[in-house]
């Protein structure tokens, strides 16, 4: 029996006794309260069945109890306040330290691009440079290769001048005749030896410019490999309020949720996930890149992936459970350990806790390659990674307990990783306020 049953049953005319004080249902004075209910009741309430197994204490009893309990309260909450201020005082950050962490940050980012963009510089300056001096000995090795073979065709020439002249003439042949000839013999081999030589300087490949390029393919395929990042693919999402389950309570703005102990109110739709404490986002993508980030900061267990809307919203638990089934896939932490999930195929991750305990999840999704992958994002580790091939749109999907015995309530936070286009235009706005304030 909750109290809401027997919650507005009395109506007080004096506060400061029984007397006068009558209940509502059989307007007879009150003689008890109900432990169990909270609340007055009258000899004709004791009667029904209502309050059939509950006990009950005088009102100068039950009157000290509250007390008691709400002293109790206070003094809890005092306690958490001292601890609080305690904190304050030592440990939170202020506007003026986030503002100075968040400009070293920007500074070192901006010193280490302008490193890689010195190195690359500087070897693009080598790099021309080698390939300028490969054009200067190539143009000498053609400059003199024009002049060898000039000088050789004149040689020729003169050569073949000398043979007519002693093919013509008649005079007996003597041994000087002999001697001059086998020295022109000599002469032709040498010319021979010359013309195989000829062109032999400059390879035809060009192996050293071929090496050149080579080297900056190999730098240009590790740079390609890296960028972009997967940041880059930012996106902003947000739940999908007519998918969540009763126990899960949203914020305002969508962007966090936490499991409830105490199911809420809600309207039911075909779309809702009644078995498994489940939310998607209302963002879903069929292809391209994409690339998003959750807050699990204080998490003892959560689930975690992206799931065709076809999964099932009521029925088996298993077919409503995140990897559990065949239209999702999902890395799940219980129990200090991981596991990805699809298909019903549980595989445990080889992965330390200690040195991967995840405080910010990242979700890479690429579509069209079929691979989804998660990361640990403030210690820059890669998780796991699923290859698979997509057939249908998916939704980005969180369940913010592991299991429905966890007692942790505290809530998973969608991130905000690219300003909005409202955003930017305040942004501008408000620069543009202080320029001129500033005239």
Not at 28 to 36: H, Q
Not at 241 to 254: G, M, P
Request: proline share 3%.
């Amino acid at each position: 029996m909750n109290r809401q049953n027997c919650q507005g049953s009395i109506v007080s005319k004096n506060s400061g006794s029984s007397l006068g004080v009558q209940c509502v249902l059989h307007s007879e004075n009150l003689i008890l309260y109900c432990n169990e209910c909270a609340d007055c009741v009258c000899a004709r309430c004791l009667v029904g069945n209502r309050h059939k197994t509950h006990t009950f204490a005088p009102f100068e009893e039950a009157c000290k109890e509250q007390k008691f309990q709400i002293t109790k309260k206070v003094k809890d909450l005092k306690k958490g306040h001292d601890r609080m201020k305690k904190e304050v005082g030592t440990t939170a950050l202020t506007l003026q330290d986030v503002d100075i962490i968040i400009s070293k940050t920007k500074d070192s980012v901006e010193e280490k691009y302008n490193t890689i963009k010195e190195l690359l510089e500087n070897d693009k300056r080598a790099t021309l440079s080698l390939i300028e001096a490969e054009s200067l000995a190539m143009e000498v090795s053609i400059t003199g290769e024009e002049v060898v073979k000039g000088a050789y065709s004149d040689a020729i020439t003169s050569m073949m001048e000398r043979v007519n002249e002693m093919n013509m003439n008649q005079e007996p042949q003597s041994i000087q005749t002999l001697q001059e000839v086998m020295s022109w013999k000599t002469c032709l081999e040498a010319f021979e030896d010359l013309q195989k030589s000829i062109g032999k300087e400059m390879p035809a490949e060009h192996g050293r410019l071929k090496s050149l390029l080579g080297s900056v393919e190999e730098l240009h395929q590790a740079v390609k490999k890296m960028l972009p990042r997967m940041w880059e693919y930012s996106r902003n999402i947000t739940f999908d309020e007519s998918t969540a389950h009763k126990n899960l309570t949203l914020s305002f703005d969508l962007r966090s949720v936490q499991y409830s102990p105490t199911p809420a109110r809600v309207q039911n739709n075909p779309m809702r996930f009644e078995c498994s404490s489940n939310v998607l986002a209302n963002e879903s993508f069929s292809l391209g890149k994409h690339y998003w980030e959750i807050k699990v900061r204080n998490k003892d267990g959560w689930n975690i992936g992206v799931t065709y809307s076809s999964i099932a919203r009521t029925g088996k638990r298993k077919e409503t459970v995140l990897g559990k089934n065949k239209h999702s896939w999902s890395l799940q932490l219980v129990d200090k350990e991981y596991y990805a999930l699809h298909a019903d195929e549980s595989i445990l991750l080889d992965v330390n806790i200690k040195d991967h305990n995840c405080e910010r999840l990242g979700l890479f999704l690429d579509y069209d390659e079929g691979r989804l992958s998660f990361y640990n994002v403030y210690r820059g580790t890669h998780i796991h990674s699923f290859k698979t091939k997509f057939h249908k749109p998916v939704f980005p999907a969180f369940n913010p307990v592991s299991t429905t015995h966890s007692k942790n309530y505290e809530p998973i936070v969608l991130c905000h990783l690219a300003p909005t286009m409202q955003e930017i235009a305040r942004s501008d706005g408000e620069d543009m306020e202080g320029d001129n304030s500033l005239v």
